[in-house]
T-cell receptor, first 114, second 113 residues
């Protein structure tokens, strides 16, 4: 079955790097995503990685995928107060017949200390 | 703004009433998804359309839930005989296909009294 696990909270100092971790169980996951949700706001797609990739970098964001361990991480460099939010890891399985919905983790609350 | 829009943003209803929510996807996105999010949880997938065809509906929470996308553009989600447990945020997302990136609307918050 599908399951996505994340730790619930992460506290970092402003200016440090944040690393948010995620594990998933479905080895046939095709794409893995990171979404950001600020209070009272909708989900913002940050980045995604295809399952045959190991790493993807986009400005301050670096995604690492360890397919053997089914482990995904999101690194945010030079964390700012505006990065304070809930970060969701999500996976999708595309069997080729049309994609199913995303399976989300419970989200990691990123708390920025001044 | 060309993002996903949802109406209404908030809905308060009494138990037993029917409610209907609307989602307008990003233009030319042929895939449309509905999710439910409860407090402290990630979104939970409910159903999915490709154009006007509903390709997945087994995840709808009960037979009180139904969704339509009659012309392959906007979609509606209806909940009949609402229960207090239906109180949640209902999210809509659309996707152009390809890498299956899903872009979410702001959601409709339902409160059932």
């Amino acid at each position: 079955g599908e399951d996505v696990e994340q730790s619930l909270f992460l506290s970092v100092r402003e200016g440090d790097s944040s690393v948010i971790n995620c594990t998933y169980t479905d080895s046939s996951s095709t794409y893995l995503y990171w979404y950001k949700q600020e209070p009272g706001a909708g989900l913002q797609l940050l980045t995604y990685i295809f399952s045959n990739m190991d790493m993807k970098q986009d400005q301050r964001l670096t995604v690492l995928l360890n397919k053997k361990d089914k482990h995904l991480s999101l690194r945010i460099a030079d964390t700012q107060t505006g990065d304070s939010a809930i970060y969701f890891c999500a996976e999708i399985v595309d069997s080729g017949g049309g994609a199913d919905g995303l399976t989300f983790g419970k989200g990691t609350h990123l708390i920025i200390q001044p | 703004d060309t993002g996903v829009s949802q109406n209404p943003r908030h809905k308060i209803t009494k138990r037993g009433q029917n409610v209907t929510f609307r989602c307008d996807p990003i233009s030319e996105h042929n895939r449309l998804y509905w999710y439910r999010q409860t407090l402290g949880q990630g979104p939970e997938f409910l159903t999915y359309f490709q154009n006007e065809a509903q390709l997945e509906k087994s995840r709808l929470l009960s037979d009180r839930f139904s969704a339509e996308r009659p012309k392959g553009s906007f979609s509606t989600l209806e909940i009949q005989r609402t229960e207090q447990g239906d109180s949640a945020m209902y999210l809509c997302a659309s996707s152009p296909g390809g890498h299956n990136e899903q872009f979410f609307g702001p959601g409709t918050r339902l409160t059932v009294l």
